[in-house]
C-alpha cells in the first residue's frame, strides 16, 4: 500500500532534514556568508553607528537573500544528479508534496538557521533592541517565501550544468518586493514606527507563494526532468 | 472555431499567414506613426508646466505600454504551448521576447531622458521606472532560461513556466515598488471617465499607441517566420517553401 500524502511529506522532510545535519558544512557555510557580507558593508562604507543603523536593513536583508541563494541551487541538484529525484517523481506521490517537504527542509536549514544568527549581524549594525521581534518575523516570512519562489527557479534548472547564476538572475527579480516589504518593516521598527502594514504584506506574499509556488515548482521539474 | 484554433498549431499555415498580415501591419503601423510623429511633435500645444519637453511622451509611454503587452503576449503565448502543449504558442513566446525587451529597453532610455530635464537627473529611484527595469531583469531571465538548455522542447517550456510565474509576480512587483516610493506623475490616460489630457494632446498619443501596437504585430510577424522556419528546418514543406 502506498503511504499517504501526509506520511510522505515527514518521510521527505526527515530524510532532507538528516542529509542536512549529516553534512553541516553545507548548512554553515551560507551563514558564514552572511556574516561575512555583513561585515563588508561597515568596512566599506563607515563605522558611523547612526548612519549603520540607517542602512542596515537593507544590509541586513541583502545579505539574507544572497545567502539564502547560495543554498538553493542543492536543492534538487545533488538528488537530481545520483537519481534520487527520478525515484521521487516515479514514486506515485503528488510531486508537489515532494516539492512541499523538500523547500521546507530547506527553510528550517537555511532561512531558519539564518534567524538564529541575525542578532549577532543585528547588533554589529547598531540595531536596536527594540526592534528584534519585527527583524525575526519580517525575516522568517521573507526567507520562507524566498525558499518557495527558490524552488521554481531551482526546479527550472536543475539539469543545467552552470545553473547557479541563471537561477541568481531568476529568482532575484521576483524577490524584489520581498526586499521592500522586508527592509521597510525593519526600518519602520528601527524608527520606532508602526511596521505591522509591512509584515502584513510580507505573511499576504507568503501565504500566496505557499499555495502556489509548489505547483509551478513541480510543473517545473516536470518540464526538465522528462 | 476549433478548426479555426488547429489551423493556428500547423506550421506552415501560421509561416504563410505572418507574411501575409504583415505588410498590412506595417503599413498601418507607418500611417499611424507618421500621424502621431507630425501631429505630435508640430501642432499638438506645449504643456504649460513642461513646454516642449512633454512630447517625449509619444515615444515613452507606447514603449512602456508595450512592453507590458509583449510580456503579457508572451506569457500568454507561453501558456498555450505548456499547456495544449501547442509548438506554436512557444515559437510566438520566442519571437515577442526580444521585441519586448527592447521595448522595455526603450521606455528606460526615453524615460530617464525625459527625467533629466523634468526631475533634474537621469536616474531617479522612482516606482515604474523600478518595476520597468525589473521587468527588463525578467526578460533576459526568459530569454537566457530559453536559451541555456540544449534540448529547445525543454527551453520553451522551462522560459514559458517562468514567463507565467513572472506575470504573476508582475502586479505585486509593480505596487511594492509603488508603495515603496513615489515621485513619478500619475496615471494620465487610463483613468475610467475623462483622461486628464486635452484632445489635441491625447489624438496623437493615442495614434502613437495603435502605431506601435501594429508595429510590433509586424514585428513579431517578421521574427515568427524567422522561428519557424528555424524550428521546422528539417521538415519538408521548409525545404519547398524556401526553395532548396
Not at chain 1, 545533488?78 to 506521490?93: F, I, M, N, P, Y
Not at chain 1, 534548472?157 to 520581498?178: C, D, E, H, Q, Y
Not at chain 2, 506569457?75 to 498555450?80: S, T
Not at chain 2, 522542447?153 to 514567463?163: I, S, T, W
Amino acid at each position: 500500500m502506498r503511504p499517504g500524502a501526509g506520511t510522505t511529506l515527514l518521510l521527505v522532510l526527515r530524510r532532507e532534514l538528516l542529509l542536512g545535519f549529516r553534512r553541516p558544512d553545507q548548512v554553515v557555510q551560507p551563514l558564514v556568508f552572511f556574516l561575512i557580507v555583513t561585515t563588508l558593508f561597515p568596512l566599506g562604507l563607515s563605522v558611523q553607528l547612526s548612519l549603520l543603523r540607517e542602512m542596515a536593513p537593507g544590509v541586513l536583508w541583502v545579505a539574507a537573500l544572497l545567502s539564502s541563494l547560495l543554498s538553493l541551487e542543492g536543492l534538487f541538484k545533488s538528488d537530481a544528479d545520483d537519481g534520487t529525484l527520478e525515484q521521487l517523481v516515479l514514486s506515485g506521490q503528488g510531486l508537489y508534496v515532494i516539492v512541499v517537504a523538500k523547500t521546507l527542509a530547506h527553510w528550517l536549514v537555511s532561512g531558519a538557521a539564518l534567524l538564529l544568527v541575525s542578532p549577532l549581524v543585528a547588533t554589529a549594525l547598531a540595531i536596536p533592541w527594540a526592534a528584534f521581534p519585527v527583524m525575526f518575523l519580517s525575516l522568517g516570512l521573507g526567507t520562507l517565501t524566498l525558499s518557495w519562489l527558490g524552488a521554481i527557479g531551482a526546479g527550472l534548472t536543475v539539469s543545467l550544468k552552470r545553473g547557479n547564476v541563471l537561477l541568481s538572475l531568476i529568482v532575484l527579480p521576483l524577490a524584489m518586493p520581498l526586499l521592500i516589504f522586508g527592509a521597510g518593516a525593519t526600518d519602520r521598527a528601527i524608527a520606532g514606527t508602526n511596521a505591522l502594514g509591512a509584515l502584513y504584506l510580507l505573511g499576504a506574499l507568503c501565504v500566496l507563494t505557499c499555495t502556489l509556488a509548489p505547483f509551478a515548482a513541480a510543473a517545473a521539474l516536470k518540464v526538465t526532468m522528462e | 472555431m476549433w478548426t479555426w484554433f488547429y489551423r493556428l498549431s500547423s506550421p506552415p499555415y501560421v509561416y504563410r499567414t505572418a507574411a501575409a498580415c504583415m505588410p498590412w501591419l506595417l503599413g498601418g503601423a507607418a500611417l499611424a506613426i507618421a500621424y502621431g510623429v507630425v501631429d505630435g511633435l508640430a501642432f499638438a500645444p506645449p504643456d504649460y508646466q513642461q513646454g516642449d519637453a512633454f512630447r517625449i511622451i509619444y515615444v515613452h509611454a507606447p514603449s512602456a505600454w508595450l512592453s507590458l503587452f509583449a510580456y503579457m503576449t508572451m506569457a500568454v503565448a507561453g501558456g498555450i504551448g505548456l499547456i495544449w502543449r501547442i509548438k506554436m504558442g512557444h515559437a510566438v513566446a520566442a519571437a515577442s521576447a526580444p521585441i519586448g525587451a527592447s521595448f522595455t529597453l526603450a521606455a528606460l532610455v526615453t524615460g530617464s531622458l525625459w527625467g533629466r530635464p523634468m526631475w533634474g537627473t537621469y536616474w531617479a529611484w522612482d516606482p515604474r521606472l523600478t518595476s520597468e527595469l525589473i521587468l527588463l531583469f525578467l526578460y533576459v531571465g526568459v530569454m537566457a532560461l530559453r536559451s541555456a538548455f540544449d534540448d529547445p522542447n525543454r527551453g520553451d517550456r522551462a522560459a514559458a513556466l517562468l514567463a507565467v510565474v513572472g506575470m504573476v509576480n508582475v502586479p505585486i512587483i509593480h505596487f511594492s515598488v509603488v508603495w515603496w516610493n513615489s515621485l513619478h506623475q500619475g496615471a494620465t490616460v487610463a483613468k475610467l471617465g475623462k483622461p486628464e489630457m486635452p484632445g489635441s494632446m491625447l489624438w496623437p498619443l493615442l495614434a502613437m499607441l495603435f502605431g506601435f501596437m501594429l508595429f510590433y504585430g509586424a514585428v513579431l510577424c517578421i521574427r515568427l517566420r524567422g522561428e519557424v522556419l528555424n524550428r521546422e528546418r528539417q521538415s519538408a514543406w521548409v525545404r519547398e517553401a524556401i526553395g532548396s
